[in-house]
């Protein structure tokens, strides 16, 4: 069988300097135009988007159940529009899947891994203040100024909206850890990416917790 990738080599070492030149720069605008159709413009570092927050913390959830972190996003008024979120882990024990993401007019509520996601002390219940009103659609959406919650008692006010981040735990792990978040993002035809550095573990019962090694 003959490897067309071998042809190809042979008929650039053929060409003249000049022409393989031209040759390989076409080729590479070809690629670069082709990235372009398929993903958009290149990310060019994290942009007016803020992530302002940190989390060094080990918490109880469910082994089996998704749970949910709040993660506050403040763009000011650059109107930036999130396009998605990727989390990752660089320690033993592995990243939980994103299944769903959602918006959380209330900021701060929740900043560590919470679950369940009902009932009276779920997610929607505990992070969630001003009812389920509070929570909405994030990917595509502009990122507001500023976020008002209602609840019987006091309206409160917050720069920016929440990232709810829906996670379901890894299969037949006790226990799962984040050390980075990615927020994707673009404002016009600029799109960037903003990452967090965290510590984040959450296990299913407290002796797996006694077992966290460091990273």
């Not at 992070?127 to 919650?149: D, H, K, M, Q």
Request: charged share 10%; hydrophobic share 45%; with cysteine.
């Amino acid at each position: 069988m003959t490897n067309p990738g071998a042809g190809v080599l042979a008929r650039l070492r053929s060409m003249s300097p000049r022409a393989r030149r031209s040759c390989l720069s076409a080729g590479a605008a070809l690629a670069a135009t082709a990235a372009f159709l398929t993903w958009g413009p290149v990310p060019i570092g994290a942009g007016p988007l803020h992530i302002d927050w940190s989390m060094d913390a080990v918490a109880p959830v469910s082994g089996t159940d998704p749970s949910a972190i709040t993660v506050p996003l403040n763009a000011g008024s650059s109107g930036a529009v999130v396009d998605g979120v990727a989390i990752a882990t660089s320690r033993k024990y592995p990243a939980p899947a994103i299944i769903a993401l959602h918006s959380n007019r209330d900021v701060n509520g929740c900043l560590s891994p919470w679950s369940p996601m009902t009932g009276p002390a779920g997610y929607y219940a505990m992070c969630a203040y001003g009812g389920p009103g509070t929570i909405g659609p994030l990917i595509g959406r502009p990122i507001p100024v500023s976020s008002t919650v209602h609840a019987p008692r006091s309206i409160q006010t917050q720069p920016g909206i929440g990232a709810m981040i829906v996670v379901a735990p890894p299969q037949g792990a006790q226990c799962w850890t984040i050390t980075s978040i990615a927020v994707h993002y673009h404002v016009g035809l600029k799109h960037y990416t903003a990452t967090v550095a965290v510590n984040i573990a959450a296990c299913a019962t407290q002796r797996a917790a006694a077992r966290l090694e460091g990273p």
